[in-house]
């Protein structure tokens, strides 16, 4: 369970576990696929993490810039691609091991030990 006062509905960055680098949209079309580089424009970089109520460790992962919804497409499998889109899932939020404050994002629609490989990193 993540403490209340560590990470609250609020914008973020999310960066890859493995290269460090940012997570971005690739374009800004409605619906766009989640591409890692290193980017300057904030708008392409923050995300929204939505709190579900009622749902412990559980938010909506949104695009800051298009308002759209982090998802897996069309197969919710581990390894599957994200993209961004109107429909929203849900996603938990668990800590990491690290111990420097870092979270993971996975999908519910898998068991959560499944990591997608994206963590939170700090608030913007």
Request: proline content about 4%; overall charge negative; cysteine-free.
């Amino acid at each position: 369970m993540i403490d209340q006062a560590t990470l609250q509905t609020a914008t973020y960055n999310i960066r890859h576990i493995a290269t460090g680098q940012y997570v971005a949209l690739k374009d800004t079309k409605r619906t766009s696929t989640l591409i890692v580089l290193q980017d300057s424009h904030f708008e392409h970089l923050a995300w929204v993490l939505d709190k579900l109520a009622g749902l412990e460790d559980t938010y909506h992962v949104r695009s800051f810039l298009q308002n759209t919804f982090a998802q897996t497409g069309e197969s919710p499998i581990p390894g599957a691609e994200i993209i961004s889109g109107t429909e929203s899932y849900p996603w938990f939020v668990r800590p990491a091991a690290s111990g420097f404050g870092d979270f993971y994002l996975s999908l519910t629609l898998l068991d959560h030990r499944e990591d997608k490989g994206w963590h939170e990193s700090k608030p913007i």
